[in-house]
């Protein structure tokens, strides 16, 4: 059994009444298409305790955070 959810407003209140067992997150635009919330979603889904595909939020955002990743990625030696 396969549910898609797609509408950022009542995303809380359908993981709340009736949690999945687990979720294929494809959400890469962010929550409400604000790519600086991208975390939120895997931040809302660990708070439900639902697990979830992907990077958790702490990942999301050093990632986002570019001079955070330049900064590990030189003192790693990767150009």
Avoid at 35 to 54: F, S, V
């Amino acid at each position: 059994q396969f549910t898609y959810f797609d509408d950022h407003k009542s995303l809380f209140k359908s993981l709340t009444k009736s949690p999945p067992a687990f979720v294929l997150n494809l959400c890469d635009e962010g929550f409400n298409n604000k790519a600086t919330q991208e975390l939120h979603i895997c931040a809302l889904l660990e708070m439900l305790n639902i697990p979830y595909t992907g990077a958790g939020p702490a990942c999301l955002a050093f990632s986002y955070d570019k001079a955070l990743t330049r900064a590990v990625a030189q003192s790693l030696e990767i150009p």
